[in-house]
């Protein structure tokens, strides 16, 4: 049994600063998965919730702002519950604009509020948070009447 001597400074990978390709069609890895399930914060309720359950608006490279329902785009997020309450809250005290460090365009604040009129017709499955024992509403369309 020879006590086999590791060579001194084997250069560790280094941290972070990993030169990725931009392409976007990487996707044929498999990503190595830690157990611990990533949390993050609902700009709107200040809620720590899993990954899953919040629902991801992300800052385009372009400057954009848009939902981001992969959870895998390029650029800097920010999450929301999918619960058009936390949509509303963040619609009306300008959460995402603080949260993503932009201006929400006009067009990109209508994408994002059908996404919440969306989340208010489908009743949300995940949010273990608050049991709505009463799924009874039908939201059928509400005419919202948008002043602006
Ligand atoms: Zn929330």
Redesign the pocket.
């Known amino acids: 049994m020879a006590a086999s001597d590791v060579p001194g400074g084997a250069p560790k990978s280094p941290p972070g600063q990993a030169a990725r390709g931009n392409s976007g069609r990487n996707r044929g890895r498999a990503t190595p998965r830690p157990k611990r399930i990533p949390e993050r914060t ?1 700009v ?2 200040r ?1 720590v919730a899993g990954k899953r359950t919040l629902v991801r608006v992300v800052r385009t490279v372009a400057g954009g702002v848009e939902v981001d329902l992969t959870g895998r785009k390029n650029g800097r997020g920010a999450y ?2 999918a ?1 058009p309450a ?1 949509w509303d809250v963040a619609l009306r005290r300008g959460s995402l604009n603080a949260a993503l460090k932009v201006t929400v365009g006009e067009a990109d604040l209508a994408a994002i509020r059908a996404y919440r009129n969306e989340l208010a017709g489908t009743a949300p499955a995940t949010v273990a948070e608050l049991p709505r024992t009463d799924s009874n509403d039908h939201a059928e369309d509400a005419p919202t009447a948008t002043i602006e």
């Open positions: 609902c709107a309720c809620q929301l519950h619960d936390c």
